[in-house]
């Protein structure tokens, strides 16, 4: 079993809806939960991390966390062409306080449509 | 926000020669800097882990005799691709952690050729 999995995609959905990406993790212990997006022949960009169960929201952007679930989502509202990009699922097993490596997803290539 | 710096942005060397990439942390002390490689289309798989003033820890798999890492500042990680070879082709990529924020952030990468 892969340690984090994502959908690969692709995901397409038309500008000014919300598009919904999944990932789901083996480790029980991963404590804390990040959102990257990577633009074709770019490095990956911080959108959102989570730490606690729950929903946290960053304009546009909302993260979903259920760790009994092993469950993190990421919701983007309002779509634009300019979110087509890989969404990279990204978790690491230590808290926010320790620096270990964080384990990544395949990624979701998101298509906005205008 | 936290900056990381790398370089060169694009490497073609010839097969058989070494390569060094840099990547700096720019306004922070990065204790921890952890280098990755992505082949097309594949998720971003960690090489090794640079910690400053000691050695790397490298992943299963990933010959530390060929990927040579220095971390002797708290600002400076460099990889270096030594004896390379056309299936090294790939897209590498630093990331350092900031004690500030708990944040990753990452370089740039490096897309390196051999030909």
């Known amino acids: 079993q892969k340690e984090v999995e994502q959908n690969s995609g692709p995901l397409s959905v038309p500008e000014g809806a919300i598009a919904s990406l999944n990932c789901t993790y083996s480790?029980?212990?991963?404590?804390?939960f990040f959102w990257y997006r990577q633009y074709s022949g770019k490095s990956p960009e911080l959108i959102m991390s989570?730490?606690?169960?729950g929903d946290k929201e960053d304009g546009r952007f909302t993260a979903q966390l259920n760790k009994a679930s092993q469950y993190v989502s990421l919701l983007i509202r309002d779509s634009q062409p300019s979110d087509s990009a890989t969404y990279l699922c990204a978790v690491n097993r230590y808290d926010g306080g320790s620096q270990g490596n964080l384990i990544f997803g395949k990624g979701t290539k998101l298509s906005v449509k205008p | 926000g936290a900056v990381v710096s790398q370089h060169p942005s694009r490497v073609i060397c010839k097969s058989g020669t070494s390569v060094k990439i840099e990547c700096r942390s720019l306004?922070?002390?990065?204790?921890?800097m952890f280098w990755y490689r992505q082949f097309p289309k594949q998720s971003l798989m960690l090489m090794a882990t640079?910690?400053?003033?000691?050695?790397?820890?490298?992943e299963q798999g990933v010959e530390k005799d060929k990927f040579l890492i220095n971390h002797a500042s708290l600002t400076l990680s460099t990889l270096t691709v030594t004896s390379a070879h056309p299936e090294d082709s790939s897209f590498y990529i630093c990331?350092?952690?900031?004690?500030?924020?708990?944040?990753?952030?990452f370089g740039s990468g490096t897309r390196l050729t051999v030909v």
């Open positions: 990331s350092a952690f900031d004690r500030r924020d708990y944040g990753y952030t």
């Open positions: 989570i730490y606690s169960n």
């Open positions: 306004d922070f002390q990065a204790t921890t």
């Open positions: 640079s910690n400053e003033g000691s050695k790397a820890t490298y």
């Open positions: 480790d029980r212990v991963s404590q804390s």
